[in-house]
């Protein structure tokens, strides 16, 4: 389902298939399609896989979480 942060990993026909909250049709037809499209799993699961090694590493993710302690340590201003 598209919630919370999933659409930062799932790009709709890219990556993956998303289905809006709470849509069980949606999410029904989503697996049929997959059920019935191996050549799709094997396009969206590698795409994924491919995805996911770039852009959530143990090493881009040390760099996210270090820019952004760097940027909290040097904000001007009061503690928000």
Do not use: W
């Amino acid at each position: 389902s598209n919630v919370g942060d999933v659409s930062t990993a799932v790009i709709e026909d890219v990556t993956g298939l998303l289905a809006p909250p709470c849509d069980s049709q949606s999410l029904a037809s989503g697996m049929s399609k997959l059920a019935q499209d191996f050549n799709l799993c094997r396009r969206l699961g590698a795409a994924a896989k491919q995805k996911i090694g770039t852009d959530f590493s143990a090493k881009r993710m040390t760099e996210r979480y270090c820019n952004l302690y760097h940027s909290l340590i040097h904000r001007k201003g009061p503690a928000q």
